[in-house]
């Protein structure tokens, strides 16, 4: 009962990298909601975000979202960091055909690992990246949580491997088959 499986989670916890080793591990198509949305739009995030504002943008990315998961071919998505902010996604992967993961790292240790970087809009501003992940964090890990069928700390992975996104693939690629394992049986059950 293969599905989509849309990773979620803040910016620099491995979504991209992550879901590209996962979609070759479980034989399916890799989407970066991130990628298509500049695709569809002809803009780059900054640009989306300067000409229609935060909220334009996560109208947007919530049409993305919406049609990646109505196609047919189950894929692996990696969604925007703040796909979970509008209710209607949150509804979208609490679909019973989406299994939901979240890559979930403290802030001090994501903002280490990632930068301020063109794609990135909100850490374009004057504050310290660390803070913004801690606001953040704080914003978002309720909705994460309300959303993930699993949910994965990345941290451990990157503290005791040589290769930690392709242990950490691994690993989530043997959670989601057993979460949709357990849907299938609960679903031949009913």
């Not at 978002?140 to 950490?168: G, M």
């Amino acid at each position: 009962m293969a599905g989509h499986v849309v990773l979620v989670g803040l910016m620099g916890s491995g979504k991209t990298t992550v879901g590209r080793r996962l979609a070759s591990r479980l034989d399916r198509v890799f989407v970066d909601a991130d990628d298509a949305l500049v695709e569809i739009t002809d803009r780059t995030i900054p640009e989306v975000f300067a000409e229609k504002g935060e909220s334009g943008f996560r109208t947007i990315e919530a049409e993305v979202l919406e049609e990646l998961l109505a196609r047919r071919e189950p894929r692996i998505i990696a969604a925007g960091g703040g796909v979970v902010l509008r209710e209607e996604n949150r509804a979208r992967l609490k679909a019973p055909e989406v299994t939901t993961v979240w890559l979930t790292a403290s802030p001090a240790f994501l903002a280490s690992r990632t930068s301020a970087k063109p794609h990135r809009p909100l850490l374009s501003g004057d504050e310290p990246p660390r803070e913004v992940f801690a606001r953040l964090d704080a914003e978002r890990s309720p909705l994460y949580r309300e959303v993930a069928d699993i949910t994965v700390d990345i941290e451990p992975f990157h503290l005791d491997d040589d290769k930690p996104k392709s242990v950490l693939a691994d690993r989530i690629a043997d959670l989601v088959l057993a979460h949709e394992g357990s849907r299938a049986a609960d679903g031949a059950v009913s």
